[in-house]
């Protein structure tokens, strides 16, 4: 079967570095996925891995390591705006046209 | 230009009743979604059509039905309203076909509150 696991919450401080971990099983790999999703809102896209390695878009990066069902994601210069829900997500091995979604890390940036 | 919409956003009516929610997509994406988002979080898919075809039908009681006229609008209605079907429904949409191609785009979500 497939799983993700992430943390369920995380606390940091405005300004910090935070890093937040998936890790996955699956039986094939078709990239991975990460989304913010701010309280009451619609998930919004944040980035997707397919290639190991890490990929930056501006104060967000993601890490991909394949051989190690690992990602993460890592959040720069924190703003209290940051604080929501990231979600890590795969496309099912059976059947790509749907994900399979962690349940979340709740981040809670404090001043 | 929302790129998805859904109407209504906000639903509260009472167990028994049916009740629809609506979306459309501007984007020519060739394949739509449900999701279920409930009190914890976690995004359940429900339904996917792919150009007015289903294409996925997760484990979901047959009172949901979903209804797809033309490849930019899904439909969902509900049948006979239970309390455990309070949660956040989510369209989304892909421009994949064979496969999920790139990211998914979603709407801002019915909120459904069954009393």
């Known amino acids: 079967g497939q799983n993700i696991d992430q943390p369920t919450e995380m606390t940091a401080t405005e300004g910090a570095i935070v890093q937040i971990n998936c890790t996955y099983q699956t039986s094939g790999f078709n990239g991975l996925f990460w989304y913010q999703q701010h309280a009451g809102e619609a998930p919004t896209f944040l980035s997707y891995n397919v290639l190991d390695g890490l990929e930056e878009k501006g104060r967000f990066s993601s890490f991909l390591s394949r051989s190690k069902g690992y990602s993460y994601l890592l959040l720069k210069e924190l703003q209290m705006k940051d604080s929501a829900s990231y979600l890590c997500?795969?496309?099912?091995?059976?059947?790509?046209?749907?994900?399979?979604w962690g349940l979340g890390t709740s981040l809670a940036v404090n001043p | 230009d929302t790129a998805v919409s859904q109407t209504p956003k906000y639903l509260v009516t009472q167990m028994g009743n049916d009740k629809s929610i609506k979306c459309e997509q501007n984007l020519g994406h060739d394949t739509m979604y449900w999701y279920k988002q409930d009190s914890k979080k976690f995004l359940k898919i429900m339904f996917s059509y792919n150009n007015k075809e289903l294409i996925i039908n997760e484990t979901v009681p047959n009172r949901f039905s979903p209804k797809s006229p033309d490849k930019a609008h899904l439909n969902l209605h509900i049948n006979s309203l239970e309390l455990g079907d309070s949660a956040v429904y989510f369209c989304?949409?892909?421009?994949?076909?064979?496969?999920?191609?790139?990211?998914?785009?979603f709407g801002e979500g019915s909120r459904l509150t069954v009393l």
């Open positions: 989304a949409s892909n421009p994949g076909s064979g496969g999920i191609s790139g990211e998914l785009f």
């Open positions: 997500a795969v496309p099912h091995a059976g059947n790509n046209r749907k994900l399979i």
